[in-house]
């Protein structure tokens, strides 16, 4: 029951897995560097717990006791841990902690191979430039294809969102020499970047880190060496930063922030229509007590506030004391933290989860590999994810192990999806059920008569989860579904829920959002010009070509966006609604009702739902003539 790849993952179900008394159902991938394996893997299938390579079986019936030992078998969840990049590790319990998987592991693997064949050599060079004055919302992706266009060769970058710089990585001195003579005076969004040249070596960034990591101790001892905070306290302050105030003030500070962000995009449309005078929407223009662009509901709660996330990402690595631990790490790494702090008392782990973990550290303490070291670059073990479900359903198909096809079942809404492992699905399930029906709610209220349907667009759909969950519970109401994502396997993925769940109605066209949804531009429904589009995008919303197509595709009068960040998104409703241009053609929206709804107790974080309609009262052509 142990995969092994050293590229990309392998996703396993075996048929024998269902024999151990467990609660949890079926995937689990461990994933190691590709040169501690030498490029070979493991993979399991069949009856009998057989553990298979390439070229040999593993035999291992001490799995099924180890399982048995740790697991109760009469808890109901299931769950699978998921893979990700770079040395990830997942299993779906983990305990593997077996001798004789320990002598298969020493037949192959070379101890004394290095971890990271790219990492830097103590004392060698990164030749680096610092690129200043770039937006902060400009991506990695961006910026790769700005100095691409002025033949800057191979390099990486290095962003954050909150920065308004960024750091550009060559492979030779001669190429960031060639860079810096090839970036003067280049402007990059109407701004004129600055580059200097700042390299580091390998020691520098040890002794940088080092020093973080020493000042970052003040903050757990006191000058006699007493412990201030515990390392639990600071974690909790980190993860869950509500956690003290009571679950009403929580609300409340919520609805605070999504008014502080409504009221600052008000602002921004106003002073976009300063100088126009031939329109001026009222909705931003008229004064208002609460200064709000739309009527905002009361925030919704979430239906549970402990142990709500279904997946959740852990770290690898040593707590305070050296000792290997599996948890989150207390900080981050670019202010010297590598440590790493158990979620026992994590308020957001389900308890699953929280055994899952000890499982898996269990095994590891006795593994004869080391864990992965940030400072040092070496190690193998590095990533723990953890997927759990509420559904207490199955798919008992028996799986061979293929790469990336296996997959879990949700149920929400009445609806039943299949996951793959690096598939999106809301981490809290009950809560995302509620601002689920929330958008039907809204939905439901656009029907001009009972006789009207709704033609659905589900921009960027991903799998389709909320065209299938709003189409199944709206029935008859919902006339047809339109899905548009970019990822082909996603698609699929789409296809199949909707067979799954009974949609025969609905459509998923492959490909960029902005460019199908021109060939919808004069789209209409021939029993009712209601058409409503609907996205809920990763947290810095979509890019901007999205929303200048959904300005002009005329068949889109409706529009809901489901934000997970209203301070990054907020980019998103601007450019929705402000006024035609050459650069922002097509008639703009306005915000008609807003709703926070909670998919995060005692974090900061908050789900924003809001419903945006045509402005028909925008004088298009004379307003562009003008602009123009």
């Given at each position: 029951?142990?995969?092994?790849?050293?590229?990309?993952?392998?996703?396993?179900?075996?048929?024998?897995?269902?024999?151990?008394?467990?609660?949890?159902?079926?995937?689990f991938v461990v994933k190691m560097s590709d040169t501690d394996v030498n490029k070979k893997h493991f993979m399991s299938s069949g009856e009998d717990d057989k553990l298979e390579t390439d070229t040999s079986i593993l035999a291992s019936k001490k799995i099924k006791k180890e399982f048995e030992d740790i697991v109760d078998p009469n808890e109901t969840k299931k769950h699978f841990m998921s893979s990700g990049e770079d040395d990830k590790l997942e299993t779906d319990t983990s305990i593997l902690a077996s001798k004789k998987i320990k002598k298969e592991f020493e037949d192959i693997v070379d101890p004394n191979e290095s971890k990271e064949e790219s990492s830097q050599v103590e004392g060698s060079t990164q030749w680096r430039l610092r690129i200043k004055n770039v937006p902060k919302f400009a991506s990695t992706k961006m910026i790769k294809e700005l100095l691409a266009k002025h033949s800057c060769g191979d390099v990486k970058i290095k962003k954050s969102h909150e920065w308004d710089f960024c750091y550009a990585f060559f492979k030779?001195?001669?190429?960031?020499?060639?860079?810096?003579?090839?970036?003067?005076?280049?402007?990059?969004?109407?701004?004129?970047?600055?580059?200097?040249?700042?390299?580091?070596?390998?020691?520098?960034?040890?002794?940088?880190?080092?020093?973080?990591?020493?000042?970052?101790?003040?903050?757990?001892?006191?000058?006699?060496?007493?412990?201030?905070?515990?390392?639990?306290?600071?974690?909790?302050?980190?993860?869950?930063?509500?956690?003290?105030?009571?679950?009403?003030?929580?609300?409340?500070?919520?609805?605070?922030?999504?008014?502080?962000?409504?009221?600052?995009?008000?602002?921004?449309?106003?002073?976009?229509?300063?100088?126009?005078?031939?329109?001026?929407?009222?909705?931003?223009?008229?004064?208002?007590?609460?200064?709000?662009?739309?009527?905002?509901?009361?925030?919704?709660?979430?239906?549970?506030?402990?142990?709500?996330?279904?997946?959740?990402?852990?770290?690898?690595?040593?707590?305070?004391?050296?000792?290997?631990?599996?948890?989150?790490?207390?900080?981050?790494?670019?202010?010297?933290?590598?440590?790493?702090?158990?979620?026992?008392?994590?308020?957001?782990?389900?308890?699953?989860?929280?055994?899952?973990?000890?499982?898996?550290?269990?095994?590891?303490?006795?593994?004869?590999?080391?864990?992965?070291?940030?400072?040092?670059?070496?190690?193998?073990?590095?990533?723990?994810?953890?997927?759990?479900?509420?559904?207490?359903?199955?798919?008992?198909?028996?799986?061979?192990?293929?790469?990336?096809?296996?997959?879990?079942?949700?149920?929400?809404?009445?609806?039943?999806?299949?996951?793959?492992?690096?598939?999106?699905?809301?981490?809290?399930?009950?809560?995302?059920?509620?601002?689920?029906?929330?958008?039907?709610?809204?939905?439901?209220?656009?029907?001009?008569?009972?006789?009207?349907?709704?033609?659905?667009?589900?921009?960027?759909?991903?799998?389709?989860?909320?065209?299938?969950?709003?189409?199944?519970?709206?029935?008859?109401?919902?006339?047809?579904?339109?899905?548009?994502?970019?990822?082909?396997?996603?698609?699929?993925?789409?296809?199949?829920?909707?067979?799954?769940?009974?949609?025969?109605?609905?459509?998923?066209?492959?490909?960029?959002?902005?460019?199908?949804?021109?060939?919808?531009?004069?789209?209409?429904?021939?029993?009712?010009?209601?058409?409503?589009?609907?996205?809920?995008?990763?947290?810095?919303?979509?890019?901007?070509?999205?929303?200048?197509?959904?300005?002009?595709?005329?068949?889109?009068?409706?529009?809901?966006?489901?934000?997970?960040?209203?301070?990054?998104?907020?980019?998103?409703?601007?450019?929705?609604?402000?006024?035609?241009?050459?650069?922002?053609?097509?008639?703009?929206?306005?915000?008609?009702?807003?709703?926070?709804?909670?998919?995060?107790?005692?974090?900061?974080?908050?789900?924003?739902?809001?419903?945006?309609?045509?402005?028909?009262?925008?004088?298009?052509?004379?307003?562009?003539?003008?602009?123009?």
């Amino acid at each position: 029951m142990l995969v092994i790849r050293t590229l990309n993952s392998f996703i396993l179900r075996s048929k024998s897995f269902a024999k151990f008394p467990l609660p949890i159902s079926n995937l689990f991938v461990v994933k190691m560097s590709d040169t501690d394996v030498n490029k070979k893997h493991f993979m399991s299938s069949g009856e009998d717990d057989k553990l298979e390579t390439d070229t040999s079986i593993l035999a291992s019936k001490k799995i099924k006791k180890e399982f048995e030992d740790i697991v109760d078998p009469n808890e109901t969840k299931k769950h699978f841990m998921s893979s990700g990049e770079d040395d990830k590790l997942e299993t779906d319990t983990s305990i593997l902690a077996s001798k004789k998987i320990k002598k298969e592991f020493e037949d192959i693997v070379d101890p004394n191979e290095s971890k990271e064949e790219s990492s830097q050599v103590e004392g060698s060079t990164q030749w680096r430039l610092r690129i200043k004055n770039v937006p902060k919302f400009a991506s990695t992706k961006m910026i790769k294809e700005l100095l691409a266009k002025h033949s800057c060769g191979d390099v990486k970058i290095k962003k954050s969102h909150e920065w308004d710089f960024c750091y550009a990585f060559f492979k030779t001195q001669e190429q960031q020499l060639q860079a810096i003579d090839k970036l003067k005076n280049v402007n990059f969004k109407n701004r004129t970047l600055v580059v200097n040249i700042e390299n580091i070596t390998e020691q520098d960034r040890q002794s940088l880190f080092n020093q973080r990591h020493e000042q970052r101790k003040k903050n757990f001892f006191n000058p006699n060496g007493e412990i201030q905070r515990s390392p639990e306290e600071l974690l909790a302050d980190q993860i869950t930063p509500l956690h003290k105030l009571s679950y009403e003030d929580q609300l409340k500070h919520k609805e605070d922030l999504i008014k502080k962000s409504l009221s600052k995009f008000r602002n921004k449309i106003k002073e976009l229509y300063k100088d126009r005078p031939l329109y001026k929407p009222t909705w931003a223009i008229e004064k208002s007590d609460s200064n709000l662009p739309c009527i905002l509901q009361q925030t919704i709660s979430s239906p549970i506030l402990e142990g709500y996330r279904n997946k959740c990402e852990f770290t690898i690595g040593r707590n305070l004391n050296g000792e290997i631990r599996i948890g989150f790490l207390l900080g981050s790494f670019k202010d010297g933290i590598n440590t790493v702090i158990e979620p026992d008392k994590s308020l957001n782990v389900s308890e699953l989860a929280k055994k899952i973990v000890k499982a898996m550290q269990d095994y590891i303490v006795k593994s004869p590999y080391d864990v992965y070291d940030t400072k040092n670059k070496k190690g193998t073990w590095r990533m723990l994810t953890v997927r759990t479900q509420i559904s207490d359903d199955a798919d008992d198909k028996p799986f061979d192990c293929i790469s990336g096809t296996q997959f879990i079942f949700e149920k929400m809404m009445d609806c039943r999806f299949r996951i793959s492992p690096r598939a999106f699905f809301q981490t809290n399930t009950l809560a995302a059920q509620v601002l689920y029906e929330k958008c039907c709610e809204y939905i439901k209220d656009l029907f001009i008569s009972e006789k009207d349907s709704v033609t659905l667009i589900d921009m960027c759909c991903g799998t389709g989860t909320i065209g299938i969950a709003l189409s199944k519970n709206l029935g008859d109401k919902i006339d047809k579904v339109i899905g548009i994502e970019l990822c082909e396997e996603a698609v699929e993925d789409a296809k199949f829920n909707a067979t799954l769940n009974g949609i025969n109605n609905s459509e998923y066209i492959l490909g960029p959002v902005e460019k199908n949804l021109k060939t919808l531009y004069s789209y209409k429904q021939a029993k009712t010009g209601t058409v409503v589009a609907i996205v809920d995008p990763p947290r810095a919303g979509v890019h901007k070509n999205v929303i200048k197509a959904l300005r002009e595709c005329k068949a889109i009068d409706y529009f809901l966006y489901v934000s997970c960040d209203c301070n990054l998104a907020a980019q998103n409703f601007i450019d929705l609604c402000r006024p035609t241009t050459n650069n922002f053609p097509g008639t703009p929206f306005k915000p008609v009702r807003a709703v926070g709804v909670d998919l995060f107790p005692h974090a900061k974080q908050v789900e924003l739902l809001i419903e945006f309609h045509r402005d028909n009262d925008y004088p298009t052509k004379n307003v562009l003539k003008s602009d123009s």
